[in-house]
């Protein structure tokens, strides 16, 4: 199955800097289907508006971009089809905005349930990329271990779901789960 083939739900794991966003960016691309970017980041600092700014650049410039910080379940029931590819950087941001900056009416638990589900129930190709943080040493602060429990909970729960699963060093994919690229 080449990636121009391969409908489903994909998960895309690495470190910082590994190339997980490239890879992600050119199976969308050779999708052939219409993609949409959904972006999770929030611009809480210089640093992260400079991310913001090289990733937007890197980006064919007739995808959809979405913005969404936190309802990701909401924008996969709205914009999955059979003619869609969602392409999701990056669900440790998505993590880290309910952890720093949580909202009153809504809980991470509720949203990655919702998230779970709407990714089971989805059409068309989602590609989901996201930080793999779990493989150093535990963190010394509590909301650094909670950060990394979370996220490692959360990557073995879309991992179960999904039919496919890449693990990526120095720019180099590795299939941990289901066909080839």
Not at 95 to 101: E, R, S, T
Not at 115 to 124: D, H, N, R, V
Request: with cysteine; aromatic share 8%.
């Amino acid at each position: 199955m080449s990636e121009n083939t391969f409908m489903g739900t994909e998960l895309i794991l690495c470190g910082a800097r590994s190339g997980k966003s490239r890879l992600a960016e050119t199976l969308a691309d050779g999708s052939g289907l219409v993609v949409k970017y959904i972006a999770t980041a929030t611009a809480c600092d210089d640093e992260i508006v400079n991310r913001i700014e090289r990733h937007q650049q890197q980006r064919p410039a007739h995808w959809q971009l979405i913005e969404e910080p936190y309802y990701l379940a909401e924008v996969i029931q709205q914009h999955s089809n059979k003619n869609t590819c969602l392409l999701v950087d990056c669900l440790t941001l998505w993590l880290n905005n309910f952890l720093f900056q949580p909202l009153d009416n809504y809980s991470w638990q509720q949203a990655k349930t919702e998230f779970l589900e709407a990714i089971a129930q989805a059409e068309g190709r989602i590609i989901l990329v996201s930080n793999e943080v779990g493989q150093g040493i535990v963190p010394l602060g509590e909301l650094s271990r909670r950060f990394v429990d979370e996220s490692g909970w959360l990557h073995q729960a879309i991992a179960q779901q999904c039919p496919r699963v890449v693990f990526v060093t120095a720019g180099l994919p590795q299939i941990l789960k289901g066909p080839s690229l």
